[in-house]
């Protein structure tokens, strides 16, 4: 045991444990163990076998770097494994949600927070190994009924006081873990100072830091990869020329760039041969709104189109896309949310919609229409609390009052129509087979 404790930490070996017994128990569970074997099969495809390959060599190349310059010894061997396996297959796997650079600085803060905090300090002081198989099970039995009590307390309050208790009592553990490592790191830091120590915790944030032009290569490939295909795909009727140009295009003006590629990929559907090259249309699309702040709109809100699209984007619906030209043929500017999909019903799989439209000129907004689209056997009266809810949070974003009379109008299925000095606000019903439909306008002038 003492062998073994000179390698893992208590926390670690208890936690081996409690991982080993659930992991035997679930495959006790004929359903669970047919999904783990389904598991087994897709992370052993070829493709992505060949892919953490990649990820090990160039690993495998770190650590021979960081050895020649005697940074990197055998006593590491543990931490470099557990990061692979616990940071390098994460950022391997969410690799598909790199938009910009923008998105390692917010993981390179939150990951040094994390190993500072947690793998360095909390780790480097654990407890017996009877008290952390005690720890462990009791803090993650209290941590998941917190979390389904916070998403249950959504539908019935009285889910919050499970929610508050369990809070309280995560929050008192905290303070004593807090205070126990702070005793400890005030009496017996000559130990907590070592060299050895040092480089445990510069290790993760350097592996992470000389990584991540990896993580960036591979999510450029597999978008250039995704991109390609649905070009070929989406251009397939106007002939393997169109589809080309398009592809080089992107290549030439988008090249190491994610966040371009990404906004190309966005409007690439649009492109129309008849209307222009390729390379002008690419060049197009790639260029980002100037927000320029106008007054030719009488509501004055709405002659800022980006603090708009930003403080809709914060109400819960959507994120709305950036400024840009309509490419259907007038010369119109929009911006829209995906639809934001709830209520969906176990009989039909028909969820109820939501979604923002902002339309206009260049410099300034002239409609936002909020969308409200109720499916097929859905909680209605869920789906309207909802749309009114939706709409409280738009007129108070936009610093306009909510019209008298409008929110009984929604229940009651009526249009609606009020115009005031500055903008008009209409609501249309339409009620379809398998489908109900609201949409509130507020138009300027």
Known sequence: ?????????????????????????????????SSIIALFKAVFAKKLILALSTLLLYLFIIVFLLSSIKFWNVTLLKDTILWFLFSGIILFARVNKIENMGYFSHLLRDNIKIIIIWEFLFNFYTLSLPWELILIPVLSLFTITEVFANHFAKQDTKYKKVAFFCSNILGIV?????????????????????????KSLLLPILLLLLTLPYFYALALYMNYESFIVVVKHV???EGAEVSRGLIKATLKYANVHIGKLKRIWKYQANFDPSKGTPDEYIKECISKPSYVISNKAKLMVFNDIQTVIKNLSNIGVGELDEWHKSYSGDNCYLSMTDYYQFGIDDLTMTSNTLAFYLTG???????LKVVLNIGYEQNKNQAIEKFIAVLELTFNSLN????????????????????????SISLNYAKYEKMENYILNVDTY
């Not at 790191?185 to 070592?194: C, D, H, Q, R």
């Not at 306009?400 to 005031?420: A, C, D, F, R």
Request: hydrophobic share 40%; proline share 2%.
């Open 1 to 33: 045991m003492s062998n073994i404790l000179d390698i893992f930490s208590t926390r670690e070996i208890a936690l081996a444990i409690w991982l080993f017994i659930f992991l035997s128990f679930v495959c006790t569970i004929k359903d669970i163990r």
């Open 174 to 198: 905290a303070l004593v873990m807090v205070g126990y490592v702070t005793y400890k790191t005030i009496t017996e830091y000559k130990l907590l100072l070592s060299f050895s120590n040092l």
């Open 235 to 237: 251009h397939r009727s």
């Open 361 to 367: 000129e260049e410099t300034y907004i002239k409609q």
């Open 400 to 423: 306009i009052p909510t019209p008298n009379g409008l929110n009984n109008s929604i229940v009651e299925n009526k249009e609606y129509s009020i115009q005031y000095n500055t903008h």
